[in-house]
């Protein structure tokens, strides 16, 4: 598969406007990129904008904390996908990964889930504030509820993607998605993630890593 199909083009920032987003797709379009990856706000627009291509519209919830109710994220889920959402990426309640109560992950993934269906599903774990053995847990158990991915960060916490925190969550996906996000701004980083068993990658720099060029963003 081509590198490009890997990519969900990102731009999260909440400073973003129209012209940001109207850049993304334009970018995702010319570069034929999996998805864009956006706020909840634009996927109406990028859905009609995107309905004659072949880019799929991916949108963030709970975004970035996790701390919202099962409640709220699922109206969340929801909305998004009466806008035309295609992929969700949920961010899993941390302060209960961190207490291990995987249960509580389960239920957000289970519901979320049920939402969405046949569409892919994304459960960020912020891989960053967590220790290997819970990175390992939390992987399984969100795969164990109906996750199609384990996502590694929201780009916005106190670190992004490592080959290491993939290669854990890869060990158990048996089959499933790794996406590995924040951070990665080359080339070289894209194959390093690839190499260690990412099968997406999130990023703000889709147009450096398939063109070679000079990465401009941070996420």
Same mark, same amino acid.
């Given at each position: 598969m081509e590198l490009a199909q890997l990519i969900d083009h990102t731009y999260l920032k909440p400073e973003g406007t129209r012209k940001e987003i109207d850049q993304l797709i334009k970018e995702a379009k010319t570069h034929h990129f999996k998805s864009v990856c956006i706020q909840p706000s634009f996927v109406a627009h990028a859905a009609a904008s995107l309905k004659d291509s072949d880019v799929l519209v991916c949108t963030v919830i709970g975004f970035p904390l996790g701390a919202n109710t099962l409640k709220v994220k699922a109206y969340e889920t929801e909305d998004a996908l009466s806008n035309g959402a295609d992929e969700i990426d949920m961010v899993a309640p941390i302060g209960?990964?961190?207490?291990?109560?995987?249960?509580?992950?389960?239920?957000?993934?289970?519901?979320?889930?049920?939402?969405?269906?046949n569409k892919t599903l994304k459960v960020i774990l912020e891989t960053a504030m967590l220790d290997d053995a819970t990175i390992l847990k939390a992987s399984e158990a969100a795969f164990e509820a109906g996750a199609d991915f384990v996502?590694?960060?929201?780009?916005?916490?106190? #670190? *992004?993607?490592? &080959?290491?925190?993939?290669?854990?969550?890869?060990?158990? @996906?048996?089959?499933?998605?790794?996406?590995? %996000? #924040? *951070?990665?701004? &080359?080339?070289?980083?894209?194959?390093?993630?690839?190499? @260690?068993?990412?099968?997406?990658?999130?990023? %703000?720099? *889709?147009?450096?890593?398939v063109t070679g060029s000079t990465p401009e963003n941070s996420y």
């Open positions: 209960a990964l961190k207490a291990h109560d995987f249960d509580r992950l389960k239920d957000e993934v289970k519901t979320l889930k049920a939402l969405t269906g996502k590694t960060s929201t780009g916005f916490g106190p #670190g *992004g993607a490592s &080959t290491h925190a993939v290669k854990l969550m890869a060990s158990v @996906a048996h089959g499933k998605g790794v996406k590995a %996000s #924040g *951070g990665v701004r &080359t080339y070289e980083d894209a194959h390093a993630m690839i190499d @260690a068993g990412a099968t997406r990658i999130g990023t %703000s720099n *889709g147009v450096a890593i």
